[in-house]
C-alpha cells in the first residue's frame, strides 16, 4: 500500500458522491447498496458458525504494577456473539484487563485465550492478527491522514504484499489496495461518515473520529472487537446513536466487549455484564441481574450516576 499521507495515498472519491448517490436510491436500490456494503464488511468473516461458544478466556488473571495489584484472579469468558459489558467504578481494572487481553501488558499470572489458544507472549501487532482490535479511551487517530486512509490503514493487518511487492507495486499490491479502499469506504458507510472521507481525521468532529476509531478497529476484520468507553464525551442523542451502532455491529456478527461510564448505556445494550472492583471481578450477569446484585449496588453507593462504570 501507498505510504499513508504521503500524498499519493488512495484515490477518495469527489466529496458527497456517494452520499448523494445513495441519497436519490429508491428503496429496492438501498436495499442491495446496504446488502453489497454488509458483504464488503462482512466478507471474510464466518458468521453464525458457533454463536456462543466462548470465544475469548479470561482465566485467573493476575496484572501487578510494583506492589499495586490491578487485576486480582480475574476470570470470565466472552460468548461468540454476545456485546459484553466491563464495568466498575474507576480504578477497578477495566482498562488494566483490557491491555492484558491486546498485549499492552502481560498477565503476572493466569492466561487469556482466544479460541481456546493462549495468547501468551504474542505481540500487539499478532493479536491483532490473531483477531482482537481495540479502540481508546483517548482517540488515537492519525489526525493528519484522511478519515479513508485512517481506514485503510486498518486493512493492513490482513494483507499479504511483502514490502518488496508494495516496493515493486506488483498486481497482488495493486489488487490489495484497491480492495483496501473499497472496504475502508464501505466502512466509513457502515458507521455513517461516508460524507467526510476526504477530510483529515483532525478536521473531523468528535462524534466523527470515535466512529472513524470503530471503522478502523473492524477493518482489521477482528473477531473480538473492544470498545473502550466509546462514548465518552457524548450527548444523550449521540449517545443513543452510538448503541444503534454497537448493536447493528453485533447483528452483522461480531463479538464486543465494552466498557462505558454510562450506566444507561450499558444496561440498554449489552447482553451480559461483568462487573469490577478493586481489581476483583463482584459479579457477572445478564443486565437485569446486575441491576439487583447488592455488591454492586454497594460498589456503586455514592457514585454518581455520570461517574458508574
Ligand atoms: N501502567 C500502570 N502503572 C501503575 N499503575 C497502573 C497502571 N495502569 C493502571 N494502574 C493502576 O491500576 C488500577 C486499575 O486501573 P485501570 O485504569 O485499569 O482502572 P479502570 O477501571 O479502567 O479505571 P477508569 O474507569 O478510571 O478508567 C488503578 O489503581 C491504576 O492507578
Do not use: W
Not at 464466518?46 to 488473571?61: C, F, N, Y
Not at 466472552?78 to 484487563?97: D, F, H, M
Not at 482466544?114 to 504474542?122: I, R, V
Not at 480492495?179 to 461516508?194: C, D, N, R, T, Y
Amino acid at each position: 500500500m501507498t505510504a499513508p499521507g504521503s500524498g499519493t495515498g488512495p484515490e477518495v472519491p469527489a466529496e458527497g458522491g456517494l452520499v448523494a448517490e445513495v441519497a436519490q436510491m429508491n428503496a429496492e436500490q438501498l436495499a442491495e447498496h446496504e446488502a453489497e456494503v454488509a458483504e464488503v464488511v462482512a466478507a471474510d468473516r464466518e458468521i453464525d458458525v458457533a454463536i456462543g461458544q466462548t470465544l475469548l478466556k479470561v482465566d485467573d488473571v493476575t496484572v501487578r504494577f510494583g506492589g499495586l495489584v490491578a487485576l486480582d484472579g480475574v476470570s470470565f469468558d466472552i460468548r461468540r456473539g454476545e456485546i459484553l459489558g466491563l464495568i466498575g467504578p474507576n480504578g477497578a481494572g477495566k482498562t488494566t484487563c483490557f491491555n492484558a487481553m491486546t498485549g499492552v501488558y502481560r498477565p503476572s499470572s493466569g492466561q487469556v485465550l482466544l479460541e481456546d489458544k493462549p495468547l501468551g507472549k504474542a505481540s500487539r501487532h499478532a493479536i491483532t492478527q490473531l483477531g482482537i482490535a481495540r479502540t481508546f479511551q483517548n482517540i488515537r487517530l492519525f489526525s493528519e491522514m484522511t478519515a479513508l486512509e485512517n481506514v485503510v490503514v486498518g486493512t493492513d493487518a490482513r494483507h499479504k504484499t511483502s514490502l518488496v511487492g508494495a516496493l515493486l507495486r506488483t498486481p497482488r499490491h495493486h489488487r490489495e489496495e484497491k480492495q483496501a479502499i473499497e472496504k475502508g469506504m464501505a466502512l466509513l458507510e457502515f458507521v455513517g461518515i461516508a460524507d467526510r472521507a476526504a477530510d483529515r481525521a483532525k478536521n473531523l468532529p468528535y462524534g466523527y473520529q470515535r466512529r472513524l476509531e470503530i471503522a478502523r478497529a473492524l477493518a482489521t476484520e477482528p473477531k473480538l472487537l473492544c470498545l473502550d468507553e466509546p462514548a465518552a464525551g457524548f450527548n444523550p442523542a449521540e449517545k443513543e446513536e452510538l448503541m444503534g451502532l454497537i448493536r447493528t455491529i453485533r447483528d452483522d456478527g461480531y463479538t464486543v466487549l465494552l466498557i462505558e461510564h454510562d450506566m444507561k448505556l450499558v444496561m440498554g445494550v449489552t447482553d451480559r455484564i461483568v462487573v469490577l472492583e478493586f481489581g476483583k471481578k463482584i459479579a457477572e450477569g445478564v443486565p437485569a441481574e446486575i441491576r439487583e446484585n447488592p455488591a454492586v449496588i454497594a460498589a456503586y453507593l455514592g457514585v454518581p450516576d455520570d461517574d458508574v462504570a
